[in-house]
């Protein structure tokens, strides 16, 4: 789809989208023959809303694709993945909260240990704790340099997110980590003439680095990946006229919340509670509402099927209170699935609940994996998602006469 | 699809395929938990033929989207109406069954009311009766100049179709209906240099119209829009090797029928039985058929959910004269749809069926929209339907060895 189409197609109206992602939702059953975790929960909100919705199951990035996070959330976002990629060292800056500028280049930062001789002997400096990493970051703070600037902020153990900020930095530089120890860390290289510059400045860092931890051993030398800018996605308000916010208390989320221009709402606590919350608290301020649920995946990912269970049961006792709200388009759905069985993100399609006034209603009670199946938005792209929304909050001019 | 390669699959055969289009076939339930209007309706033989059929939801133009009646016969005729794009002017020429060339430049044309001063007072010349608008074009008529040819056709009340005729006139032109009354026509501006012989001629016709109409107010000025020209589309005689033939009663059909080359048949009357029968009388002289039903999007339109219903209704009841025709394969869908609910055209996807002897049948024997959420073709784009047709007809040849 192209987007400046669907600009195009713009209708001012007051209606309101709420959009809850319990990431990592879409599971798979323990045995054959057996259920999947939402099909296992008890979800007596979710089935009724299901009766009244139009149910599908998305494809976050394309066909067998396993999605990271950011591709995911860009996928039910309503972007194509493939076109607008996130670079691990965003994502990396994304996930501290550090507020990125258009121009900035950011890298994973991570400490390591070299021998008298400069060669790798760990990767990963043993994992030094998190409070001798923010230490060695305040050190790494000091070094300063003509025509750019130089941001470290640590992540946990022995990484942090490093970040060069300045005019005419280019984003295609080769890594410095060998992948492998007794080699010495390789030197950041320009992959292209306009990256010339963030090379020399790169390996100056790392230069002014080796010599400020020459005494901190095992983090006596630093190793920088995943260089890379914001890409420049059009914001929700460009795209789609949407004024949108969100309510994610995980860093990663609420940066890619960011990037897609929606305003990050304060959450006064960490939990679903305080986030619904939240989205209360600012229902009358936004046309469009992101919610992340963070501990679907967690469990998934830790392969604790009952576990998943649970944070779904407490999502769907919340829903009355979205509900309450009279929302006029709800999408439940995860930016990817991530079963307990396989204890890591998959690329199994995404249960998907479309719930409006003018859905066209599958009356299917039911949300799980194969009632999604059977629903009548299919098998699509998750991309698509978004602009069936609009539809259904009548946000969407005809196309043509 | 690149229709380059469907060529090249063309197999010489005997084969018939017949496609009923019920405009705005897709509806929605009156209340939730209700059903639609094609559900409601008593449909023994469409129900029959569901039975030996696969079923599927079609997308006219993409997800989300609200297709005009333009796009969605393009996309049900098998192209991407995000690529062939039908101008409003084109719709207005074919509309009043204007024979379009190539090189032609349509426009929107209505008669306005100005003041003294020149300044609009009416867009819409109080809408004046079209035998008057017939009259006047009259008069536009006698408009000369060297060059160009005008063409000014009544289309109703104050609406006429008004085209330039001659050689390198681009289309790129601006309109000179400036929304609103107080404030002058605008001239039309070419926006690329191709386009600015038609700007000008353009503008020399609305200054010769506007000292014709001086002493006719209300009707004393025009104002032209929507300037386009044809698209260049590939015929279904290029494209799939078919003779095809279109039965349809309101201008605008046939337009877009003739617009990718299909011969147009007379009808005596203007009744679902005349279509019939002219479907009937010409079945020996062509391989396809396209056969369109207007009143199902004009009830829709209107918000008439059981005058609808009673449109499907009918066309069920013709639907053995079709079938005694033993046409190899049958399509029965729409361009989009019009729910009652909506009183307009909607994003929805629509009921479709293929029945032929080679489909691979779904067993479900009902034609209603989640009677298709659940058959074989799934949810597709609209222009699939077509080389999944030609297929059943055994018109493609395999590809590759």
Redesign the interface.
């Known amino acids: ?2 987007y400046k ?1 669907l600009q195009d ?1 713009d209708v001012p109206v007051q209606t309101k989208i709420a959009m809850i992602i319990m990431d990592g939702l879409g599971g798979l059953p323990m045995e054959p023959g057996g259920k999947t975790e939402l099909e296992t929960a008890r979800t007596p909100n979710l089935d009724a809303l299901a ?2 919705s139009a149910l ?1 199951l998305t494809v976050p990035v394309g066909p067998g694709i396993t999605p990271g996070s950011g591709p995911g959330h860009l996928g039910i976002f309503g972007y194509d993945p493939l076109h607008y990629e996130i670079g691990r060292g965003v994502l990396e800056a994304l996930g501290v909260d550090f507020e990125l500028g258009p121009d900035d280049v950011a890298a994973r930062g991570n400490f390591c240990s070299v021998d008298g001789a400069g060669l790798l002997t760990d990767r990963r400096a043993g994992r030094i704790p998190t409070d001798l990493g923010k230490e060695l970051a305040k050190l790494l703070r000091t070094i300063k340099t003509d025509g750019v600037e130089f941001f470290v902020e640590t992540v946990k153990e022995h990484r942090f997110a490093f970040v060069m900020r300045g005019s005419g930095l280019g984003d295609a530089l080769t890594e410095t980590d060998p992948q492998k120890t007794g080699v010495a860390a390789l030197p950041v290289r320009a992959l292209n003439p306009g990256s010339e510059k963030s090379a020399m400045f790169a390996n100056h860092f790392i230069e002014q680095a080796r010599k400020l931890l020459a005494d901190k051993h095992p983090a006596n030398m630093i190793l920088l990946r995943g260089f890379a800018k914001s890409p420049a996605v059009p914001t929700y308000h460009e795209l789609f006229g949407l004024r949108a916010a969100a309510v994610a208390v995980n860093g990663m989320y609420r940066g890619v919340a960011k990037l897609v221009g929606m305003t990050v709402l304060p959450v006064d606590g960490d939990t679903l509670v305080d986030e619904f919350a939240a989205l209360e608290k600012n229902w009358h301020d936004f046309d469009f509402f992101y919610l992340h649920v963070k501990k679907t995946d967690t469990a998934g990912e830790a392969g604790d099927f009952l576990r998943k269970v649970r944070v779904i049961e407490e999502v769907d006792a919340l829903m009355p209170r979205l509900i309450a709200l009279k929302p006029d388009v709800v999408i439940v759905s995860g930016d990817h699935s991530s079963p307990a069985l396989l204890k890591s993100h998959s690329w199994h399609p995404v249960p998907t609940l479309l719930y409006g006034k ?1 859905v ?4 299917i009670a039911q949300f799980g994996e194969r009632a999604c199946a ?7 792209p998750a991309k ?9 909050a009548q946000r ?6």
């Open positions: 789809m192209d189409f197609l009766a009244q599908g003018y066209r209603a599958d009356g059977r629903g009548g938005l299919g098998v699509l698509d998602v978004m602009p069936i929304a609009l539809a259904n969407s001019a005809k196309f043509g006469a």
